[in-house]
T-cell receptor
Framework: AQKVTQAQTEISVVEKEDVTLDCVYETRDTTYYLFWYKQPPSGELVFLIRRNSFDEQNEISGRYSWNFQKSTSSFNFTITASQVVDSAVYFCALTSGGSNYKLTFGKGTLLTVNP | DGGITQSPKYLFRKEGQNVTLSCEQNLNHDAMYWYRQDPGQGLRLIYYSQIVNDFQKGDIAEGYSVSREKKESFPLTVTSAQKNPTAFYLC?????????????FGSGTQLSVL
């Protein structure tokens, strides 16, 4: 069985602060894929990043960065110099390389960036 | 613009009534999905389809039904057997349904019970 845990239910920061959203996953498969999605108030989820289990290289995209560590089964997401537009619910998700497609989502972290 | 269109944005259901949520995509994707989102919860898979005329139950299919008669359409019916239908429903698609593909989402339908 797969499981994704996002222990932080809500985070509130002031604009320009850095913030890290935690994601811990469980899977028995050796091949798997991790995702982050953003859900702004409009409701539509937007894809941010995908990582496969064989690629532990960290990634940076502008103010966003991701730290994938297989040793701790974590895939954390950091926003540097947060902005009000970053306010949203962020979901971490996991799927394995099995024959059936099943994406398991964490419960999400509500990030509020205050001006 | 290519994307996924869900309608209506808000829907109200009376006791004992079946209601149908629409999902249309013009991305030419083979795979389509329905998720249910409850406040403070992650998304849970209701049904998915990887090809026309074929669909599979997800984790919480009871009380729901779907059809996939056309590639671009994947309507979800919430039947009267679903006793707690109030939730936000999201439709999604991906090119083939492979596990490494990102999903494209619609803007959702909020279903409430009168």
């Amino acid at each position: 069985a797969q499981k994704v845990t996002q222990a932080q239910t809500e985070i509130s920061v002031v604009e320009k602060e850095d913030v890290t959203l935690d994601c811990v996953y469980e899977t028995r498969d050796t091949t798997y894929y991790l995702f982050w999605y953003k859900q702004p108030p409009s409701g539509e989820l937007v894809f941010l990043i995908r990582r496969n289990s064989f690629d532990e290289q960290n990634e940076i995209s502008g103010r966003y960065s991701w730290n994938f560590q297989k040793s701790t089964s974590s895939f954390n997401f950091t926003i540097t110099a947060s902005q009000v537009v970053d306010s949203a619910v962020y979901f971490c998700a996991l799927t394995s390389g099995g024959s059936n497609y099943k994406l398991t989502f964490g419960k999400g972290t509500l990030l509020t960036v205050n001006p | 613009d290519g994307g996924i269109t869900q309608s209506p944005k808000y829907l109200f259901r009376k006791e004992g009534q079946n209601v149908t949520l629409s999902c249309e995509q013009n991305l030419n994707h083979d795979a389509m999905y329905w998720y249910r989102q409850d406040p403070g919860q992650g998304l849970r898979l209701i049904y998915y389809s990887q090809i026309v005329n074929d669909f599979q139950k997800g984790d919480i299919a009871e009380g729901y039904s779907v059809s996939r008669e056309k590639k671009e359409s994947f309507p979800l019916t919430v039947t009267s057997a679903q006793k707690n239908p109030t939730a936000f429903y999201l439709c999604a698609s991906s090119p083939t349904g492979a596990p490494n593909e990102k999903l494209f989402f619609g803007s959702g339908t909020q279903l409430s019970v009168l």
